[in-house]
């Protein structure tokens, strides 16, 4: 078998693809230098970190080495993520993800919803944080729509988003401690999400997938009492984030899997296109939240929590800190929830009230046409981000002036960040490859949309 | 307003996007050129790229001076410095659409580029491995094009023929 490498320059081999084959990981010796220089994470052609071809092992099979398949129903893959691993003894290589196992077109499904709908398709990409996808998505049709929201909308669904930012932290602190054999650490860290999950059912109705920001503004307001919840979550979760503490932190066995396992420099985040967690574990003090607000984070006060040498026990230390920090964030919303609507007052986006549809033909005709028909979005392009739990959320939005969006494409974090895992991987142990994976936090939904 | 790179090439056309973005049109042969001159003027993070098809709205708002392609590579640029975004709008091309691949230059659009070839079936020259990425390698077709249906599944009537 010759070189498979595919490219523009070889148009036969890209049109006569007919199976699985060059997305998996290839014997060395069915590779080029170039190929195997991305495969081996040396992907950085930056100045100073250039590629020489030459450093690489390529003309060197060795017995000993072997390629194993990991996935896609691996329980350590958080999903259905597959990656092929080029072991040398009990050390990885090369490695390469296979995706695209979820993949549901949901790009293409939001083509054929309305601007209302949209909202029930995002929200199931990321699925641990629902609320992100939402708040991406509406903030593109607001802007392009040029409304105006209340106050109240806009502290509810930053608080709503802090909530989220916790349950998502809470299920990565229990499925990391999981893979580390640490199962109590996965039920405190389920139990604790619980709380959560259980307030965004009294508020949206469900406790995933909430489809709760809407274009607009939210689906509906707080209910009665939701101070009390908020006070309960807030100091239980601070809490027990120090009994977190004792049990992972300065425990041995997992300082050893977690300190100077699988670090990446600045640089090499930046080059990747790396945000979040694992950006900010380099040192890169960067936070939409705070470097680019949007809703009113510029009007609270919460610390960017950085590390220093980007390995797993830094990205581990600025998620368990990132809980402190929202936690603070929800207590602010909780002191300062502005009253009056929350949802914009613009009949355009908003159906009368129910009392109005019993009384006036024209409210029932407006009620039904906003939902049958949807309601029409000026034409342009907009592209707006937003920090989820796992990095820059972005929603590209194209409309074409009518009730449905002409594209919508998700910037998804998870996505991108899943290429750092062939350079953390590189040169490391299998065993480490588990913990890789959960501190790179890949949320598959969102990945292969 | 975003301040132009020095050397950027003066084909490129730019203007001002919504909530404050920079967006920049550029054709194939000047996108790269384009692109180093953003990197080297500060934007040290290509968070995106993706791909439009323009096929059922042809009359989209262009600025003066560009002619619309039914394709468009969009990529998004972020400075950290100059907490600034740019869009560079690329006209791929109608037929056979072909862009250069930003490899070179930003390592992390690998991934994102192999997804708009899988999904519009448009080439980047220069990329290390085009191959599908998120639907199977024998998949016929490119799903996010506008001509590519939906598809269905057939209802099951009750008076219809039966599954045996």
């Not at chain 1, 607000?293 to 230390?317: C, K, M, S, W």
Request: glycine letters at 8%.
């Amino acid at each position: 078998m010759t070189t498979q490498v595919r490219n523009v320059d070889r148009l036969d081999i890209l049109a006569a693809g007919v199976n699985e084959g060059s997305q998996e990981l290839k014997p060395r010796e069915e590779v080029n230098a170039e190929e195997l220089g991305r495969e081996v994470g040396a992907v950085l052609r930056l100045q100073g970190l250039k590629l020489d071809p030459n450093s690489i092992d390529i003309e060197n099979p060795d017995d000993e080495r072997m390629i194993i398949n990991m996935g896609p129903s691996h329980p350590s893959t958080h999903g259905v993520l597959r990656l092929m691993l080029e072991l040398d003894g009990e050390f990885v290589m090369r490695t390469k993800a296979v995706i695209g196992y979820l993949h549901t077109g949901m790009e293409k499904t939001a083509e054929n919803l309305s601007f209302m709908q949209g909202g029930t398709n995002v929200t199931r990409m990321d699925y641990l944080s629902p609320v992100g996808n939402e708040t991406a998505y509406c903030l593109a049709v607001e802007s392009l729509l040029d409304i105006d929201i209340p106050a109240r909308a806009t502290w509810i669904r930053m608080m709503m988003n802090e909530l989220n930012r916790i349950s998502s932290h809470l299920v990565w602190l229990a499925t990391s401690g999981m893979d580390l054999g640490s199962t109590s650490m996965m039920i405190y860290g389920l139990r604790e999400r619980e709380l959560i999950l259980a307030f965004f059912e009294k508020i949206a109705g469900l406790r995933l997938n909430l489809n709760y920001v809407r274009p607009g503004g939210v689906a509906a307001d707080l209910p009665d009492g939701w101070e009390d919840d908020i006070e309960v979550i807030c100091d239980t979760i601070n809490d027990r984030t120090y009994e977190y503490d004792t049990l992972l932190t300065g425990q041995p066995i997992f300082r050893q899997r977690m300190i100077g396992v699988a670090p990446i420099t600045a640089e090499e985040a930046l080059s990747l296109g790396l945000t979040g967690p694992l950006l900010r574990s380099t040192g890169v003090a960067w936070d939409l939240r705070r470097a680019m607000p949007y809703l009113a984070y510029d009007q609270v006060e919460f610390d960017v929590i950085v590390g220093t040498y980007g390995d797993n026990f830094d990205r581990y230390a600025i998620r368990l800190n990132e809980i402190r920090e929202s936690v603070r964030i929800i207590r602010q919303c909780l002191e300062r929830m502005p009253s009056g609507d929350y949802r914009s007052q613009d009949p355009k986006v908003t159906p009368p009230p129910r009392a109005r549809i019993g009384e006036s033909m024209e409210a029932l005709i407006h009620h039904f046409k906003l939902f049958t028909e949807g309601f029409h979005v000026p034409e342009g392009e907009t592209y707006v981000g937003i920090e989820s739990p796992r990095g820059e959320l972005g929603c590209y939005l194209v409309s074409s002036g009518g009730a449905k969006p002409y594209r919508m494409h998700t910037r998804a974090p998870s996505f991108t960040n899943l290429q750092a895992v062939p350079l953390l991987m590189r040169g490391g142990s299998m065993s480490d490859t588990v913990t890789v994976i959960s501190t790179v936090d890949p949320v598959m939904g969102e990945v292969d949309r | 307003m975003i301040t132009v790179p020095a050397d950027a090439p003066a084909q490129a056309i730019w203007s001002e996007g919504r909530a404050a973005d920079a967006v920049c049109f550029v054709r194939p042969d000047d996108y790269l050129a384009t692109v180093r001159a953003l990197r080297d003027d500060g934007f040290e993070l290509c968070l995106d790229v993706c791909g439009v098809d323009y096929l059922e709205h042809p009359g989209r708002p262009l600025p003066e001076g560009v002619t619309g392609t039914r394709f468009e590579v969009v990529a998004n640029f972020l400075s950290m410095s100059k907490r600034q975004r740019v869009r560079v709008r690329v006209m791929a091309g109608d037929d056979a659409p072909r862009v250069t691949s930003l490899f070179s230059l930003y390592a992390g659009t690998e991934a994102p580029e192999r997804e708009v070839y899988d999904m519009f079936g448009i080439l980047f020259d220069g990329h290390p491995d085009l191959s599908r990425i998120l639907m199977p390698e024998d998949w016929e077709g490119h799903p996010l094009r506008k001509d590519y249906s939906v598809g269905s599944v057939p209802v099951q009537f009750k008076d219809g023929p039966g599954p045996r």
